[in-house]
């Protein structure tokens, strides 16, 4: 089935789909046009009004471009459950409420489609969010990626996060990617699943 998916995201949401439960807590640490910040609601959004999206982006056009999204896909009553953020993802301890118990934390990297191409996520600052991250994840949660390598800067931001994940020990955490080896310059997907 995952092989019949074209797009890297698209696989992504089907591994989402198999940890996320209803009422769950969910970080969308780049809202970009809130392509995945839609898709993870719908898979966490009950009808009792539980389940939460934290979303961020630096960029306001994103978050605007995300607030319209979800105006026009989600009910009112889904969209209440999303709050979003214009700051780097390096920053969501500062914005989360105190010990908030998350399942997943999404990153799609690189620019904004259709934006400004100059702005995009950064080794170093990625690395200060999947650290951030880290903490916040329940027992069962995920860290994804979605990384790109075909920009300047992507292949280096790959090896940040693979670095990473390498690091993690193996009694804690499960990490893999997802790689098309007939395809260079196709997104990596990372998965780094906390046991
Ligand atoms: N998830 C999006 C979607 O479904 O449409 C696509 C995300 S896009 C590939 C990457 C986004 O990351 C851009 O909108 C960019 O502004 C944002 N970004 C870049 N650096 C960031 C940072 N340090 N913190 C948060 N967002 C950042």
């Known amino acids: 089935y995952i092989f019949g998916k074209k797009k890297a995201t698209e696989v992504a949401h089907l591994v989402w789909r ?5 009422g769950d807590i969910v970080i ?30 630096i960029q306001t056009e994103a978050l605007e471009n995300t607030s319209s999204l979800l105006d026009e896909t989600v009910t009112q009553k889904e969209k209440e459950l999303v709050e979003l953020f214009p700051i780097c993802h390096s920053r969501m301890d500062e914005v989360l409420p105190e ?10 990297l690189g620019y904004l ?5 100059g702005i995009i996520t950064s080794s170093k600052t990625t690395l200060l969010a999947l650290e951030a991250s ?22 280096e931001e790959l090896e940040t996060v693979e670095a990473f994940a390498s690091e993690l020990c193996v009694d804690g ?23």
């Open 18 to 22: 198999h940890v996320l439960h209803k």
């Open 28 to 57: 969308d640490a780049t809202c970009g046009n809130g392509y995945d910040t839609v898709a993870m609601l719908k898979m966490v959004a009950d009808e009792s009004g539980h389940g939460r999206v934290y979303g961020m982006d």
């Open 99 to 108: 010990n908030t118990a998350v399942r997943l934390v999404a990153f799609n």
């Open 113 to 117: 489609p259709g934006g400004d191409k």
């Open 134 to 155: 880290k903490k916040m994840l329940i027992l069962g949660g995920l860290i994804s990626l979605v990384v790109y390598v075909g920009h300047p800067g992507g292949r």
């Open 173 to 195: 955490w499960i990490c893999c990617k997802f790689q098309m080896l007939n395809r260079p310059l196709a997104p990596v997907l990372v998965f780094i699943f906390k046991r």
